[in-house]
């Protein structure tokens, strides 16, 4: 049994900073790729942040410069840290993993935790 357990959301004002933290556990092989999206009410779930195992990094347009994302290889984690937050930076964030195991690839997603980022 794979999971992916994201912590650290909840509510801020505009301009204040969260750290998302997404700890992968179980059997899930070789992490390739973690990352994290964001869904908000009504909208669909884009990719805010990605890192491979070799450190390389993308972000969406619309976070550069405020957010970063990070992993640590050995704990299978991986973080995001929010800064300057906006209120169109509300939503629900899902931590996401790509892993081989063997030559199969597979692909897990956390159960999302909520950003509310008031003006």
């Known amino acids: 049994q794979v999971q992916l357990v994201e912590s650290g959301g909840g509510l801020v004002q505009g301009g204040g900073s969260l750290r998302l933290s997404c700890a992968a556990s179980?059997?899930?092989?070789?992490?390739?790729?973690m990352g994290w999206y964001r869904q908000a009410p009504g909208k669909q779930r884009e990719l805010v942040a990605s890192?491979?195992?070799?450190?390389?990094?993308n972000y969406a347009d619309s976070v550069k410069g405020r957010f970063t994302i990070s992993r640590d290889n050995a704990k299978n984690t991986a973080y995001l840290q929010m800064n300057s937050l906006k209120p169109e930076d509300t939503a629900a964030y899902y931590c996401n993993a790509i892993t081989f195991k063997g030559l199969t690839q597979y692909e897990y997603w956390g159960q999302g935790t909520q950003v509310t980022v008031s003006s």
């Open positions: 179980g059997s899930i092989g070789s992490i390739i790729l």
């Open positions: 890192i491979t195992s070799a450190g390389i990094t």
